[in-house]
């Protein structure tokens, strides 16, 4: 795959369309990862499901997602980039349609898993398309538009979720892709087919591909099914958990041999691929932390609706918006080092005000802290995207940008599943420790029960609410711990950083 000749190049107008339709393809993917989240509860009891079979609806997403991301890039080499892209778009919306008009929850699931299959396509095709259609002293910005979609969207998913259920019904958060896609889809096909990637009728590797697809589908299960069920120690999760251990090592060891691979393994023997998708995946782990646990945190513990959880949340992505691209364009006469630095530092400011959240906190503090995390935003996670992909060879993005987001979106599985069972353990602890200091004869206890006894006549009104504030306060230091580990854990990032190289070099060889 060669990047455009200056003959073939958009430039303009198209540029500016073309660029539009495939970041919006992409945001409506990472968009609909999250906007169906607040809506669980209402399509389940529409659909006649139960609140834990209603959890499906992310979870067969999410799993498909992730099954086909590693596959883009062999996909794309059989099909064609331009092809696979504007097909994989047009499915998305068709399927977008279907799980609107579902009459039955197993149609729903199942036009779910088309859709997250499709979505996959988009969300590693869209990289290395906008990468081909812009010059290569101008990738940086390209990248940059590209990461606006994947900061802001994850947040105003649930925002957009919650306000279209609540206020049109939830089949309108699947049919607000369809003239989106539409548009998009007529753009794509028009625009770039003159960026068309050789095709290569290579034989299928149906070993490899077996391998793979199992144990992807069977790591994501444990993933997102193991807090419900008590991870190892229920039989299903360490059934899932083994063979998907012994399906990875088996691809392993059967890729390294095949001359047909699969995946394109010698992506490892990059330095800046391997060291700038590890640091970004270490902090889309903390970042989707936050976004994941704030808004439950203000929902259940603070009593905010899905709406206003969701607008408190949304002012991160107000500064990612402007500075995504420019910072992106000057990264090539920046040293990237102190840059990547400076925006982890600004990470750690974020996550230890974070910590700082009582329940107390106004609705203007949670909006101020949100707005702060994302004024770090450009300065750390734009250098690090940048410098994992630009300066790989041309015929080897695909399949780059899709196991970039592969390793990316699995590690914000595996933490944000670790996060909410932490989060649950720490909560116990710090209730354990409440209820000691107002025990039944400490002065604490007391004043409690006399002041609740005079708003409550009975006695065992006053526990509840007294057992119900001290779970409150429990769950808000619990969230405080993990804002404090993230922050341990993003400052360590700043001393891996320097493992990179100054500029992205479009001359970048393998180590």
């Known amino acids: 795959m ?25 945001f409506m993917n990472i968009l609909d990862t999250t ?11 529409n659909l006649g499901a139960t609140p834990s079979q209603g959890s499906w609806i992310f979870t067969i997403y999410s799993v498909c997602l992730a099954v086909v991301l590693p596959l883009s890039g062999w996909i794309t080499r059989r ?28 149609q729903l699931l199942l036009f779910r898993a088309f859709q997250g299959a499709s979505g996959g396509l988009l969300v590693a095709l869209s990289q290395s398309l906008l990468l081909r259609i812009w010059p290569p002293e101008k990738h940086g910005m390209a990248l940059g538009i590209w990461g606006i979609t994947s900061a802001v969207a994850p947040v105003l998913g649930p925002l957009l979720g919650g306000y279209i259920t609540d206020n049109f019904g939830w089949p309108w958060i699947f049919l607000i892709n369809l003239p989106v896609g539409a548009v998009s889809v007529y753009i794509c096909w028009t625009l770039l087919r003159p960026f068309e990637s050789e095709t290569h009728r290579d034989p ?3 070993v490899g591909l077996l391998l793979l697809m199992v144990g992807v589908i069977c790591f994501q299960l444990f993933l997102d099914r193991g807090h419900e069920l008590d991870w190892l120690a229920s039989i299903q999760m360490r059934v899932l958990l083994v063979v998907a251990v012994f399906c990875f090592f088996l691809f392993l060891a059967w890729e390294v041999g095949e001359a047909h691979p699969v995946v394109d393994l010698s992506l490892f023997t990059y330095r800046n691929f391997v060291t700038g998708t590890a640091l970004i995946s270490v902090l889309y782990v903390c970042f989707v932390l936050a976004t994941v646990l704030y808004p439950i945190w203000l929902q259940t513990a603070m009593g905010y609706t899905a709406t206003w959880a969701g607008l408190v949340m949304a002012p991160f992505g107000l500064i990612p918006i402007v500075l995504m691209p420019l910072v992106g364009q000057r990264l090539r006469q920046w040293d990237a080092r102190p840059t990547v630095t400076f925006g982890i530092i600004v990470f750690v ?32 996670w734009m250098p690090l995207m940048v410098l994992a992909l630009v300066g790989l060879p041309a015929e080897k993005m695909a399949s780059a940008t899709g196991i970039f987001n592969f390793v990316r979106m699995l590690a914000s599985s595996m933490g944000t599943a ?6 649950d353990q720490r909560t116990i602890y710090h209730r354990s420790r409440l209820a000691e200091d107002i025990s039944a004869d400490s002065p604490q206890y007391q004043q409690a029960m006399d002041m609740m006894a005079q708003r409550l006549p009975e006695s065992q009104s006053a526990l509840a609410v007294l057992d119900q504030s001290v ?6 230091l619990a969230l405080d711990d993990i804002f404090y580990l993230s922050a341990a854990v993003v400052s360590t990032l700043a001393i891996l950083a320097w493992l990179l190289p100054a500029h992205g070099s479009t001359e970048e060889t393998a180590s």
């Open 471 to 476: 779970t409150i306060q429990a769950r808000t």
């Open 35 to 45: 906007i169906a989240v607040v809506a669980v509860p209402t399509i389940s009891g």
């Open 349 to 380: 400011a974020a996550y230890l005000l974070h910590a700082q959240t009582s329940t107390e906190s106004t609705a203007g503090f949670v909006a101020g802290v949100r707005l702060f995390m994302g004024f770090a935003m450009p300065f750390a």
């Open 204 to 206: 299928v590797d149906f």
């Open 418 to 423: 670790l996060g909410v069972t932490l989060w």
């Open 2 to 26: 060669a990047t455009s000749s200056p003959e073939t190049r958009l430039r303009g107008l198209p540029l500016v369309l073309a660029t539009f339709a495939v970041a919006v393809a992409s």
């Open 79 to 106: 099909y064609g980039q331009v092809r696979v892209f504007c097909i994989g778009l047009l499915l998305f919306t068709l399927t977008s349609w279907l799980c609107a008009i579902a009459d039955t929850f197993n």
